[in-house]
């Protein structure tokens, strides 16, 4: 062997694997509480009114998620198991503002490992620093809609304008100052459409007189529901349009959407209503909020619209894979709710559409059961990365190439340590869950779309209950937890914490 030769195969040796192969560059727009009705791409009764042309671009040009769910309903916990692909109780991240556990995996570590540019702005909303992030601005908690302050590797940043587009403003800028010969991972993470739903004064006139359909169970009667579910959440929650359900915790229902926002307005002719009725002022108070969220949601949609836009001109759309997901799902006034946390269907259902024209076909619908913990080994492996044996969510890349594998799961398992504590799993068909203290719930989803009935307890879904017992049971060995883990009542907490006399 000449020299040169030598030299040169000692060169190849040195070279990064990375460098072997052309990785995928990776932009994952991470948002808070944007429900998949609202997104024109999932054809909706809102489809007409909470228009998304370029979040409907991506499922038009990859593929839209029908059936994509977060294992615990509430911010903190899902961005950690995004992260991590992990389930709470192994991430350590049960509630808001959670701690993630410094043995657990994290996708932009791993990334960044192998040659990875990797940025994150915007929301963060967790008790530990960003790991894995050669770059990253975030802001404090929820941060603030207008003129925010961020903190990170750069220092501290003071911006001014409307935090949708400044934190893109931001993102923009490291894209265009990047180092054009390594792969990039791109964390994109607005506040927005998190409550109250601040939105740019550019759309103070959106849909202004403009009545927006209402959902189906808007006026549900969930004092008298067969569901203990429900009842639990309504007596211990503030997030219902009308009424505090009588938490004697709450000390009157100023809490309540319709106290809080309108009570002390002056309504102009869109919020003209009748004071004294209850319907008319869940109406009014729906209103109030689907206007200021539509409004909100358009400002993600357009800035999404300046990175794809961006993407396009540099020729790197093809290389790259865009992601546009919530944290969760969002009641957008079913059962007379807003906020998210229960099982239920509207609350765990995340909005999630993929885009990356190497390998996926464009239009694609996928209907099959993922998890967020799927999200962080299916991006490593695109990575061409073996996900961490920590890690315990799936690849969806096989699903991604439009071949669903035969052992794929058949139950999506669920938590939330929180008012009130339950568990269960989610199914094609069923909706199964056990809330501490009350009897097993059970939802046909089928028949009832809208979960308006448990029929748990209907004598023709014996076999049913007794089927879906036994899938929970399954779930709870596949995710490793144990029932002392499982969410329990406060009652049974406190009985735990009391000693033996």
């Known amino acids: 062997m000449t020299q040169a030769a030598f030299l040169f195969s000692a060169l190849l040796l040195l070279t990064p694997s990375w460098a072997a192969e052309k990785k995928p560059n990776m932009v994952v727009v ?52 995004i992260l991590t692909g992990q389930y709470s109780h192994k991430n350590g991240v049960r509630g808001l503002n959670g701690k993630i556990n410094e043995d657990s995996p994290q996708y932009p570590v791993e990334l960044q490992k192998t040659g990875y540019q990797t940025w994150l702005v915007g929301k963060w909303h967790l008790n530990s620093k960003p790991k894995g992030y050669d770059k990253h601005m975030v802001v404090k908690g929820q941060g603030k809609y207008f003129d925010p302050t961020f903190t990170g590797s750069e220092g501290t940043w003071k911006r001014t304008g409307y935090s949708t587009d400044v934190y893109t403003d931001i993102a923009m800028d490291w ?46 009667d969930v004092r008298n529901s067969d569901s203990n579910l429900k009842k639990e959440f309504l007596k211990r929650t503030k997030f219902h349009m009308l009424h505090s359900g009588g938490n004697p915790n709450q000390a009157k229902e100023g809490n309540a959407y319709y106290f809080r926002h309108l009570k002390d307005q002056e309504p102009n002719a869109m919020w003209k209503h009748d004071p004294k009725s209850d319907k008319d002022r869940i109406r009014v108070a729906y209103q109030h909020m689907i206007h200021k969220y539509v409004r909100c949601i358009t400002g993600n949609d357009d800035n999404l619209k300046r990175v794809l836009d961006y993407l396009d001109q540099e020729k ?16 957008l006034g079913q059962h007379g709710f807003y906020d998210k946390r229960l099982i239920l269907e509207t609350s765990m259902r995340m909005p999630f559409l993929m885009r990356y024209p190497r390998m996926i076909k464009p239009g694609s619908v996928n209907k099959d059961l993922c998890i967020n913990v799927d999200l962080a080994p299916t991006l490593l492996e695109l990575a061409g990365l073996k996900p961490p044996a920590a ?25 939330y340590w929180g008012a009130p504590n339950h568990y269960g799993i989610r199914t094609e068909r069923y909706t199964y869950l056990k809330l501490a203290g009350h009897s097993a719930e059970l939802f046909d989803r089928q028949t009832d779309p809208n979960e308006i009935h448990n029929v748990a307890g209907n004598t023709e879904n014996k076999s049913v209950v007794k089927q879906l017992e036994k899938e929970l049971q399954k779930q709870i060995r596949q995710v490793d937890i144990s029932q002392d883990e499982l969410p329990k009542s406060s009652k049974d907490q406190e009985k735990k914490k009391r000693p033996r006399k």
């Open 30 to 81: 991470l948002v808070d509480d944007h429900a998949f009705e609202a997104i024109s791409a999932y054809g909706t009764y809102l489809k007409e009114f909470a228009k998304t042309p370029t979040i409907d671009r991506l499922g038009s040009e990859g593929m839209r998620f029908d059936h994509f769910t977060c294992a615990n309903s509430i911010c903190s916990p899902s961005r950690a198991s």
């Open 175 to 220: 894209l265009k100052n990047r180092d054009r010969e390594k792969p990039f991972l791109l964390s994109l993470q607005f506040k927005a459409p998190h409550h109250e739903y601040g939105h740019a004064a550019r759309y103070d006139k959106l849909l202004a007189g403009v009545a927006i359909p209402e959902p189906p169970t808007l006026y549900e």
């Open 316 to 331: 790197l759309s093809e290389d790259t894979i865009v992601i546009y997901t919530a944290d969760q799902g969002y009641w």
């Open 391 to 415: 890690m315990q969510g799936r690849s969806m890349v096989p699903l991604l190439k439009g071949k669903a594998p035969r052992d794929w799961r058949k139950a999506q398992f669920y938590t």
